[in-house]
């Protein structure tokens, strides 16, 4: 698999755990939209307040998850991010949490480019460029 994308480190707190000490499965979730959204900031110079003041945003259209191995309170996870496939409003990625040398979390999801109320729209050219020069050789 190529290099990710996008790599951002997140300590497990205990608002991300079961009273186990093992992260809520909902939370991986919940930290990979974290992660999504400073993709959208740090890399690709949009941030979602940005695009919300403007009436518009990335809601997730479609998900799928696949827990690997538990994490732990305390531990880091190294999460990383790849885009995959970009449509005329969508843009389908791939997200993955490693902690301790081993694999722990993907998630496949797809966001969609919209306005509010009105539903999806075209990435703006600028935008569209930018997500284009990350997505894998064809």
């Known amino acids: ?42 890399i690709l110079d949009s941030s979602y307040a940005a695009m919300m003041a403007e009436g518009r945003g990335i809601p997730t259209a479609a998900l799928q ?8 309170l305390g531990e880091m996870l190294d999460w990383r991010l790849w885009p995959e496939r970009l449509g005329r409003s969508s843009l389908a990625l791939r997200i993955e949490a490693h902690g301790a040398g081993e694999h722990r979390f993907t998630l496949e999801k797809t966001v969609v480019f919209a306005g509010f109320p009105g539903g999806p729209e ?13 997505l894998p050789p064809v």
């Open 1 to 42: 698999m190529r290099d990710a994308v996008y790599r951002r480190e997140i300590r497990v707190e205990m608002n991300h755990c079961d009273p186990a000490g093992i992260v809520f499965y909902p939370r991986y979730i919940e930290m990979a939209s974290a992660v999504t959204e400073s993709f959208f900031h740090d």
């Open 122 to 134: 075209p990435w703006p050219d600028p935008l569209r460029q930018r997500l284009a020069a990350l």
């Open 65 to 72: 998850a696949s827990y690997l191995r538990p994490s732990r």
